[in-house]
């Protein structure tokens, strides 16, 4: 069962081949036996979570059924669930027991899915390798010694250690699919506005979006269908009419155009990532796409603009957190001030704090005209670099990261070399563009590959058709951290 697909777990639960109950028991037993190895949980909760498996057991034996009834699912530590403590990886909020479900969370509830258990991530959603985490790092089931991604690194890992069918995330500047690469599974940002962000703790609005993590496209096709719906609460919410996000993925790749990206296979590309990614482009082309080289001249300067707008937009979401009105307050302290001051100096990590202060830089009075406004002038320039592109491909395509996954602490102390990891995938973010990584493949020391593919606004069904075509072709998506591949 651990290795079955979303549907067909839902098949064997319909069948009454196994109860809820009995298959969320079988992942929280190998959730609670791998953690202490793999730190991909920040909150298990056995008698929550098999209440909710045994109400969903009573829903389908009362012919009520859903595609995901039944089926357990971790979520990102970031998405508020009502009685769940919700920390977001952070000290300022380790004892917050949250008094309302997010809307990601509402729409799994009405699925009928299981909880399974909250996962650990970089504080704040603000890492490239889940190193930032006030619960610790994640590990790698690769390679224990590695990095998992971040910052959705415990989600990723737990979908690749089979601690979980399914698991949600979130991504600012590719916390999904960087992770997703590294850690050999599947992972879809889809268009902003998509998936709501009520209660989903922000980190910075205007980049933001919810998604999931998953083995295969197919799942993830599943998965978005639950998840994308309009919600008033979310001023960003699109309101359109629904779209089965499987409907189309058996659909011919024929004729359908490729676009590769210059600027993604130069300086920087590790060269056993682009063997394997050059492998999956040939296995696109068998398949029937046609394959077309385009240019995105702007991608070097989506670090810097990213670097802006991202803590000048943290800085004021998190001004929140002053130990006043919820969260972590420190125990000792002369005045108000005092207070706010150690509240948030001895809550806070020290990337938060790093990115917090960048962000109230860049927004002072003589330094906004300057950075912030320059920074939103390139966001439109990379917007319009990728529209250009799409009126000559129909999905982009290229690496997730530069890199297979790195060693825990070889990046810590150069935030630079940090923040490069997201060089492909940042751009997606700034435009609000779709995109979605998935195996490809393995690099140095055995490490998995990612293969982006990127798309047109709204164009997650023909992305998942891609990449679920490429994945009938290949067993990347199927092979699992003790080097077997799974049927």
Not at 18 to 31: N, Q, Y
Not at 373 to 401: N, V, Y
């Amino acid at each position: 069962m651990i290795n079955a697909s979303l549907t067909e777990l839902a098949a064997a639960l319909a069948g009454k081949k196994i109860s809820s109950a009995e298959l969320t028991g079988l992942f929280l037993e190998r959730a609670q036996a791998a953690n202490p190895r793999l730190n991909c949980f920040i909150t298990l909760d056995p008698e929550r979570t098999l209440a909710q498996a045994r109400a969903a057991d009573a829903r389908l034996a009362a012919g009520k059924g859903a595609p995901l009834t039944g089926i357990p699912v971790a979520h990102k530590d970031i998405f508020c669930a009502s009685g769940w403590l919700t920390t977001c990886g952070s000290r300022m909020l380790s004892n917050f027991v949250s008094p309302y479900d997010a809307h990601v969370i509402e729409r799994f509830n009405a699925a009928g899915a299981v909880i399974l258990g909250k996962t650990n991530m970089d504080e704040f959603a603000m890492g490239s390798s889940n190193e930032n985490s006030y619960y610790g790092p994640v590990r790698n089931p690769w390679d224990a010694g590695a990095v998992p991604g971040g910052s959705s690194g415990g989600s990723a890992a737990a979908v690749a250690a089979r601690l979980t069918p399914a698991a949600t995330g979130t991504d600012t500047g590719g916390s999904i699919r960087q992770p997703a690469a590294l850690c050999g599974v599947s992972g879809i940002k889809p268009t902003y506005g998509l998936v709501s962000r009520y209660g989903m703790i922000a980190y910075a609005s205007s980049l933001d979006q919810g998604g999931p993590i998953a083995r295969s496209a197919a799942d993830l096709a599943v998965l978005l269908n639950a998840m994308v719906g309009f919600d008033a609460r979310d001023s960003t919410s699109l309101e359109r009419a629904p779209e089965d996000c499987t409907r189309a993925l058996e659909h011919s790749l024929d004729g359908l155009r490729i676009g590769l990206p210059r600027e993604f296979f130069g300086e920087g590309l590790s060269a056993d990532v682009a063997r394997a990614v050059d492998e999956a482009i040939a296995s696109l082309r068998t398949l029937g796409c046609r394959v077309v080289e385009v240019s995105l001249p702007n991608t070097r300067l989506s670090i810097p603009a990213y670097y802006v707008l991202a803590p000048a937009e943290a800085s004021s979401n998190l001004a929140r957190y002053d130990g006043v009105r919820y969260g972590y307050r420190t125990a000792q302290y002369d005045d108000l001030l005092d207070m706010y001051m150690k509240s948030r100096a001895e809550g806070f990590g020290a990337e938060v704090r790093r990115r917090i202060l960048m962000g109230t830089y860049v927004l002072s009075h003589g330094y906004y005209d300057a950075y912030y406004l320059q920074a939103q002038k390139i966001r439109r320039l990379i917007a319009r670099d990728f529209a250009a592109a799409f009126e000559r491909c129909d999905l982009i395509a290229g690496p997730t990261s530069p890199s297979v996954a790195f060693n825990l602490g070889a990046r810590a102390q150069d935030p630079v070399q940090m923040y490069l990891s997201d060089i492909y995938t940042i751009g997606v973010n700034l435009a609000g563009l779709p995109g979605l990584s998935i195996p490809c493949g393995f690099g140095e020391g055995g490490r998995p590959v990612g293969l982006q593919l990127i798309g047109n606004y709204f164009g997650e069904s023909r992305m998942l058709n891609a990449a679920h075509r490429y994945q009938q072709a290949t067993d990347w998506h199927l092979r699992q951290p003790d080097g077997e591949a799974r049927p």
